[in-house]
T-cell receptor, first 115, second 110 residues
Framework: EAGVAQSPRYKIIEKRQSVAFWCNPISGHATLYWYQQILGQGPKLLIQ????????DSQLPKDRFSAERLKGVDSTLKIQPAKLEDSAVYLC?????????????FGPGTRLTVT | GENVEQHPSTLSVQEGDSAVIKCTYSDSASNYFPWYKQELGKRPQLIID?????GEKKDQRIAVTLNKTAKHFSLHITETQPEDSAVYFC?????????FGAGTRLTVKP
């Protein structure tokens, strides 16, 4: 089966600019996750969707980050305005369901550099 | 929320030796514990997982043990090979909340 797709793979922006990332989960996967992985650290969950509803966004910096999954399939994550500390790899993952099938499949990530 | 600590942060072993990575978690309600391998510049990939109703699980050279009382779980890799070199992440999940450890960089020297 096709894996989780993400684009772009790399992005370089200046601080205070805006950026958006796109994710297409594995077909049929109801649950979609966005993680932030800072160099040398483990992935940190930013937001979790179940279909098009938000399940958990407790760690999302809502003053600058936003995410949507309007039709319950693709998702976009936006940062506006970006800060230097937002430099990280943004990983999208999907799973069939949060509890029924636990395995999360990760996409290749988008490496963001904020200068 | 859940807090996961992982040790050591770096581990270097000789090819053929065993490697052990340990994680502790804080929330006794956690019921799912996956381990991911992440090679440089690549996505994390699940290598083995264990659920809270199981104490040990093995898959060829990889095994995971879980001690619910002590709230810790470990990854064991036997007969290590150079291609095992990567960063390994443990994670613990309670309800919808999955928390990852900081990672262990494993280097297997030929």
């Amino acid at each position: 089966e096709a894996g989780v797709a993400q684009s772009p793979r790399y992005k370089i922006i200046e601080k205070r600019q805006s950026v958006a990332f796109w994710c297409n989960p594995i077909s049929g996967h109801a649950t979609l996750y966005w993680y932030q992985q800072i160099l040398g650290q483990g992935p940190k969950l930013l937001i979790q969707f179940q279909n098009n509803g938000v399940v958990d966004d407790s760690q999302l910096p809502k003053d600058r980050f936003s995410a949507e999954r309007l039709k319950g399939v693709d998702s976009t994550l936006k940062i506006q305005p970006a800060k230097l500390e937002d430099s990280a790899v943004y990983l999208c993952a999907s799973s069939l369901a949060p509890q029924g099938t636990y395995e999360q499949y990760f996409g290749p990530g988008t490496r963001l550099t904020v200068t | 929320g859940e807090n996961v600590e992982q040790h050591p942060s770096t581990l270097s072993v000789q090819e053929g030796d065993s490697a052990v990575i340990k994680c502790t978690y804080s929330d006794s309600a956690s019921n799912y514990f996956p381990w991911y391998k992440q090679e440089l510049g690549k996505r994390p990939q699940l290598i083995i997982d264990i659920r809270s109703n199981v104490g040990e699980k093995k898959d060829q050279r990889i095994a995971v043990t879980l001690n619910k009382t002590a709230k810790h779980f470990s990854l064991h890799i036997t007969e290590t090979q150079p291609e095992d070199s990567a960063v390994y992440f443990c994670a613990a999940r309670v309800d919808n909340d999955m928390r990852f450890g900081a990672g262990t960089r494993l280097t297997v020297k030929p």
